[in-house]
């Protein structure tokens, strides 16, 4: 079990510059590729950067309107589908329902779905550069992007059927 700890102020304004530095990007990416970083976007954008987790746009967008009542769905997709096609966000597809998060270089992550409970854990690193290398090697395909998501059952939903 984890504990949750304050954080000193020096590690409040590294998150602070790190996400000041997200939103600069966004911007810069929006406005070379002849977007304007419009007041949608970027609540969309700014949901997906403070949120702990990937969220469907149908949370994107109750998020949003708890501030911006007449904020609609339709709205959110088309930020989602402009933020993706530049790759500032993307897309994971878990059962049939999309969900999205920040696309970070470097931030590789897979996801391990409970089919009893409906969890999702998420594993970091560089598990799948072996298997992507074989990819490229033996069937000369090369790989973009690579998005896995595994399913089974938990620990816990495990352990609460061997009772």
């Given at each position: 079990?984890?504990?949750?700890?304050?954080?000193?102020?020096?590690?409040?304004?590294?998150?602070?510059?790190?996400?000041?530095?997200?939103?600069?990007?966004?911007s810069?990416?929006?406005?070379?590729?002849?977007?304007?970083?419009?007041?949608?976007?970027?609540?969309?954008?700014?949901?997906?950067?403070?949120?702990?987790?990937?969220?469907?746009?149908e949370?994107?967008?109750?998020?949003?309107?708890?501030?911006?009542?007449?904020?609609?769905?339709?709205?959110?997709?088309?930020?989602?589908?402009?933020?993706?096609?530049?790759?500032?966000?993307?897309?994971?597809?878990?059962?049939?329902?999309?969900?999205?998060?920040?696309?970070?270089?470097?931030?590789?992550?897979?996801?391990?779905?409970?089919?009893?409970?409906?969890?999702?854990?998420?594993?970091?690193?560089?598990?799948?550069?072996?298997?992507?290398?074989?990819?490229?090697?033996?069937?000369?395909?090369?790989?973009?992007t690579?998005?896995?998501?595994?399913?089974?059952?938990?620990?816990?939903?495990?352990?609460?059927?061997?009772?």
């Amino acid at each position: 079990m984890s504990r949750s700890r304050l954080r000193s102020r020096s590690e409040v304004s590294r998150v602070d510059e790190t996400m000041s530095a997200m939103a600069r990007t966004a911007s810069d990416a929006l406005h070379t590729s002849g977007y304007r970083l419009t007041t949608q976007r970027q609540m969309v954008w700014d949901t997906l950067r403070l949120s702990k987790k990937h969220l469907d746009a149908e949370a994107i967008c109750t998020s949003i309107r708890r501030r911006n009542p007449r904020f609609n769905l339709a709205t959110t997709y088309r930020s989602l589908e402009v933020l993706e096609k530049l790759g500032l966000v993307k897309q994971t597809r878990i059962g049939e329902r999309g969900y999205y998060e920040l696309a970070e270089e470097g931030q590789d992550h897979y996801h391990l779905v409970c089919d009893e409970c409906g969890s999702t854990l998420h594993i970091e690193g560089d598990h799948m550069v072996p298997v992507l290398h074989h990819i490229t090697d033996e069937h000369g395909f090369v790989v973009s992007t690579a998005d896995l998501v595994v399913h089974g059952r938990c620990a816990r939903c495990q352990a609460r059927a061997s009772r």
